[in-house]
């Protein structure tokens, strides 16, 4: 069965470096989306990516944050300037029609920042 | 605004013991509604889906889930829990009536089982 694949599983980082986050979704899906989860916290929604635009963006989703598809297959999650409170675990997830479809997830990419 | 509720945090059966899990949601719609788990250092995958139509649903591994609009309520269930049950579970709303749909998720519950 097709999956979302996450890189990297785990990212250390400095605080005020930029980290990108990539995904590469399931190939023939055109919804792209990204979660966060906090640690002890609930997933909570970030960017949802379609038409090569964003869609829907949450208040935690600030200046600092930008998603981009480079090319067929990745999207990318771009934190510019990374503060403690970006530590968290990200999900990316997919799905072929955005609207009346279950969204397939990735495994995460746990974000520290020292 | 779209919510969820799962008002048990933790919950622990015996292994072979029947499982309910409580949710219950806020939306000013129809409601798409589903049921993740997470299993430790896992993804979340997707156990079960509520659209339209007959109020059970069946997903895998053994669960259902029953909608009850007048309850605002997506429970999950499943008659005998097995060890490899063991994880997270988070109920979700989709938000959204066209394009690109949120998901809104619960705090989740924490599943253990005792042998």
């Known amino acids: 069965e097709p999956e979302v694949t996450q890189t990297p599983s785990h990212q250390v980082t400095q605080m005020g470096q930029e980290v990108i986050l990539r995904c590469v979704p399931i190939?023939?899906?055109?919804?792209f989306y990204w979660y966060r989860q906090i640690l002890g916290q609930k997933v909570e929604f970030l960017v949802s990516?379609?038409?090569?635009?964003?869609?829907?963006k949450s208040e935690i989703f600030d200046d600092q944050f930008s998603v981009e598809r480079p090319d067929g297959s990745n999207f990318t999650l771009k934190i510019r300037s990374t503060k403690l409170e970006d530590s968290a675990m990200y999900f990316c997830?997919?799905?072929?029609?955005?609207?009346?479809?279950?969204?397939?997830f990735g495994d995460g990419t746990r974000l520290s920042i020292l | 605004a779209q919510s969820v509720t799962q008002p048990d945090i933790h919950i622990t059966v015996s292994e072979g013991a029947s499982l309910e899990l409580r949710c219950n949601y806020s939306?000013?719609?129809?409601?798409?509604l589903f049921w993740y788990v997470q299993s430790p250092g896992q993804g979340l995958q997707l156990l079960l889906k509520?659209?339209?139509?007959?109020?059970l649903v069946q997903g895998i591994k053994g669960f259902e889930a029953e909608f009850k609009r007048s309850q605002s309520s997506f429970n999950l269930r499943k008659p005998s829990v097995h060890w490899s049950d063991a994880a997270e579970y988070f109920c979700?709303?989709?938000?959204?009536?066209?394009?690109?749909?949120?998901?809104?998720f619960g705090q989740g519950t924490r599943l253990t089982i005792n042998p």
């Open positions: 997830a997919s799905n072929l029609q955005g609207f009346n479809q279950p969204q397939h």
């Open positions: 190939s023939n899906h055109l919804y």
């Open positions: 990516f379609y038409n090569n635009e964003i869609s829907e």
């Open positions: 939306y000013g719609a129809t409601p798409y």
């Open positions: 509520y659209f339209s139509g007959d109020t």
């Open positions: 979700a709303v989709g938000a959204g009536i066209q394009g690109a749909q949120k998901l809104v």
